[in-house]
């Protein structure tokens, strides 16, 4: 099992900056492909970042440039550090960790992003 609380969450003015983290408890993290995903009102869930177990990354092309992720597996945490935001980046963000070899598929509670224009 594999349990994941995210923060740093909050209110933005437009071109400023947030860093998510995501902690997760048990010894599986190591192992785990992690995600954010975001999920605006009234639209569907939608990929922000990916980081590996090898740290290789990738970006939906709305928020390249700007988003990082990256991850501590000493401190089983994965950031997203998010910088000239916009207002369309408002939403909640959701942090994901998928373990391949059990099929396990963990999910946080969220925390809300809101960037006010």
């Known amino acids: 099992q594999l349990q994941l609380v995210e923060s740093g969450g909050g209110l933005v003015q437009a071109g400023g900056s947030l860093r998510l983290s995501c902690v997760g408890s048990?010894?599986?993290?190591?192992?785990?492909?992690m995600a954010w995903y975001r999920q605006a009102p009234g639209k569907q869930r939608e990929l922000a970042a990916t980081?590996?177990?090898?740290?290789?990354?990738n970006y939906a092309d709305s928020v390249k440039g700007r988003f990082t992720i990256s991850r501590d597996n000493a401190k089983n945490t994965v950031f997203l550090q998010m910088n000239s935001l916009k207002p369309e980046d408002t939403a909640v963000y959701y942090c994901?960790?998928?373990?391949?070899?059990?099929?396990?598929?963990?999910w946080g509670q969220g925390t809300q992003v809101t960037v006010s224009s």
């Open positions: 994901n960790a998928r373990v391949f070899r059990t099929g396990g598929d963990y």
């Open positions: 048990g010894s599986i993290f190591r192992v785990a492909d």
């Open positions: 980081i590996s177990t090898t740290t290789t990354t």
